[in-house]
């Protein structure tokens, strides 16, 4: 599969000067631009090529910042529109906002609103919080009204504390509780996008503190919750089940006191090769006398190059287990080679979770 950097190549940086061009008539310089940003992509990662034609942008734009923006505005492929300066293609021009408009408050405002329908601006909006967060909550509070579901979901995703690649701003860490009663009257969005940005929001405060967001989504389960929010709420919790949180898995049904006994664990292999797959089986019985609802993690525990061991959980199953039954199990597990991961040869563990007890402990050696 060609490298998603690759999505800014000749063609599209092309695309990009001419539509500027003609917004822009004789106030952008096309070719200097082109010879500018061309001869180096393909040495350049994916932000770097966005930081490339944004610093090109600066350098060929001839006019001030609030007349520039104008032209990159019209520049933008229509709103509902799959052609032209649109998803990714206009992420170098929210660049251009993010690197040269922080002194310009209302004219990046003015773009981002417009930029955000083609392409999110969550990245963009960061250092403006930075400068000045309580003036941009200012601003996103009458965007959370908007008609467009860009735009609202732009007052979750842009704010989020652990937004990934986004700028740090030390502001949010320091009231979590602001920016849960900022997204509080998001949680009911008819958009499926947005709610989903209101959910890993949520996952984002889970990590810096449990409780607030374990309080929050509590609140919200109260009554009778429709589907969407219940949706909501699962999704917000999921890293807290994945750590075997007790009020998390609580909150969802799970028994964390359940009483399990685990059988017949075994692997199919005890070495094998980066690439191959190893069966993990075991039988898992239900020591009580009530059906429970029973929430499954395998933890592969990966050798680091250090020695030590990192940690992962893979979800397995989400079922029911009927009074003083056992039932075997088995997952097949593949180590194939991913960009994401580097697996170091020795000693791999892997273990289960279930409803956040662990069990097992099992070896085996894998080989590079």
Not at 139 to 159: A, F, P, T, V, Y
Not at 321 to 350: D, M, Q, W
Request: glycine share 4%.
């Amino acid at each position: 599969m060609e490298p998603f950097k690759n999505i800014f190549n000749k063609d599209s940086v092309n695309l990009i000067a001419t539509q500027i061009q003609k917004a822009a008539k004789k106030n952008f310089k096309k070719e200097p631009f082109l010879k500018a940003v061309l001869p180096r992509l393909s040495k350049l990662e994916l932000k770097d090529r966005v930081r490339l034609i944004s610093d090109e942008l600066n350098s060929s734009l001839t006019l001030s910042y609030k007349k520039n923006i104008d032209i990159l505005i019209k520049s933008l492929a229509k709103e509902g529109e799959e052609t032209g300066i649109t998803g990714f293609l206009a992420w170098p021009l929210l660049q251009y906002v993010e690197d040269y408009g922080r002194e310009d408050f209302e004219t990046s405002f003015k773009a981002m609103y417009e930029m955000t329908k083609r392409f999110s601006a969550e990245f963009a909006i960061r250092p403006f919080l930075i400068a000045d967060d309580k003036k941009v909550f200012k601003i996103l509070e009458k965007w959370k009204k908007d008609k467009n579901h860009h735009i609202r979901r732009l007052c979750s995703e842009g704010i989020r504390p652990h937004l990934p690649w986004g700028m740090k701003v030390p502001s949010i860490h320091k009231d979590l509780k602001r920016n849960i009663k900022f997204i509080e009257s998001l949680r009911n969005d008819p958009e499926e996008y947005v709610r989903r940005s209101v959910a890993n929001h949520l996952n984002d405060i889970s990590h810096l503190d449990e409780k607030l967001m374990l309080d929050t989504v509590c609140a919200w389960n109260k009554g009778k919750p429709n589907d969407d929010l219940k949706w909501l709420i699962r999704h917000s919790t999921r890293t807290l089940l994945k750590k075997g949180h007790p009020r998390a898995l609580k909150l969802h049904g799970y028994n964390p006191k359940i009483n399990l006994s685990i059988n017949k664990l075994k692997l199919s292999k005890k070495k094998i090769k980066e690439g191959d797959s190893i069966d993990f089986s075991f039988e898992v019985k239900n020591n009580s006398k009530k059906k429970e609802k029973v929430l499954m993690d395998y933890i592969i525990h990966y050798l680091k190059k250090d020695g030590s061991y990192s940690k992962k959980a893979f979800r397995f199953k989400d079922s029911y287990l009927a009074p003083n039954t056992s039932e075997p199990l088995l997952k097949t597990i593949k180590f194939k080679k991913v960009t994401t991961r580097v697996h170091y040869p020795g000693v791999h563990k892997i273990s289960l979770l279930i409803n956040g007890q662990e069990f097992g402990e099992l070896l085996f050696k894998l080989s590079v």
